[in-house]
Structure formats: structure tokens, C-alpha cells
């Protein structure tokens, strides 16, 4: 990972359990490893803490660090807040000619 895990509010991991209870599906945006939104879509498996801190594992074939979740199945996750500063930002702030 390009940065470093950020520990998240307890409240995130139980809504991640809670959706793999229900073996919910649906889409998941995250900050790639180069700070680029992406999405994957499928079920979350399980969720896994490693040295690099806590990921889901989805199907099919994706694990995401759970620090990285923009949104998960349309519900707000701990980068949301992140997410919602780099989409305010402004995108070309050079003057341009005009």
C-alpha cells in the first residue's frame, strides 16, 4: 500500500460484518493503491486483519483495506470524508488563458 493503514471507527467494521451476515452485494469505491477511486462489485467473503491493517476480502477476487472504502453498497465508509475533499478540489486552479 502506498500509505499507511489509518485505524477506523469501530462502527465500519460492524457494518462490514453485518453485510457479510447477510451476504449482502453490491459496490464497493475504494482509493486504490494510487490514490485513484476504483470499485468492485461482488460479496464480501470475509474480513481480514493483517500487518497492514484490516481488509474485506470480496468476491469475485478483491481485497481492499477497509481505510480505503469511499463507500460500501451505496452507504458512506471511513474514506467518504476523504473522498468528498478530493472531489471539492479544485480541478484546474492555474488561471488558464483565456
Known amino acids: 500500500m502506498a500509505s499507511s493503514y489509518l485505524p477506523v471507527q469501530h462502527i465500519y467494521k460492524e457494518v462490514i460484518l453485518a453485510e457479510i451476515n ?23 467473503a470475509s474480513m481480514k486483519e493483517s500487518a497492514n491493517g484490516f481488509f474485506i476480502e470480496m468476491d469475485p477476487e478483491a481485497s481492499i483495506r ?3 472504502i ?6 458512506p465508509g471511513p474514506a467518504y470524508d476523504a473522498y468528498d475533499a478530493f472531489a471539492n478540489a479544485c480541478m484546474d486552479c492555474s488561471g488558464g488563458d483565456e
Not at 451476504?23 to 470499485?39: E, L, T
Request: cysteine-free; overall charge negative.
Open 22 to 44: 447477510k451476504n449482502s452485494s453490491g459496490k464497493v469505491f475504494y482509493f486504490d493503491v494510487n490514490d485513484q477511486v476504483a470499485d468492485a462489485e461482488g460479496t464480501i
Open 70 to 75: 469511499i463507500t460500501l453498497f451505496g452507504k
Open 66 to 68: 477497509i481505510d480505503r
